[in-house]
């Protein structure tokens, strides 16, 4: 594992930058008729949203906790929100969402596996 020292935590903090932090649940139509469906335009959605370079990170949940993804976007917590009022399955009371303002470091990506 690589030391990192005092200075070097210092040097990497101060590199940190803004994000907003996505947590998606499950809201009350979750499961019912027609959300796969649905749920597969807010899959769509998503993919725009990162090809556009809005949304960096998405990451679904699918254990059977309520939790159904997490995403981590390039914006202010207000226009997110903004966003995410128009998602198609938050529209349809099938995904809930909340906002959380982050950090990130340069060059925080998934590995590919």
Known sequence: MTTFTDEMMRERLAQAAGYTLVILRAADRYGSDGSD?????????????????????VCPVGDGTGLAGIGIFVGEPEEV???MDGDPAIRAGILSYSVHPCRGF????????
């Open 37 to 57: 469906e649905v749920i597969w335009e807010h899959g769509r959605r998503n993919m725009q949203l990162q090809a556009d370079g809005s949304l960096a990170i």
């Open 81 to 83: 929100a903004a966003i």
């Open 106 to 113: 340069p060059g925080s990506t998934l590995p590919a596996v």
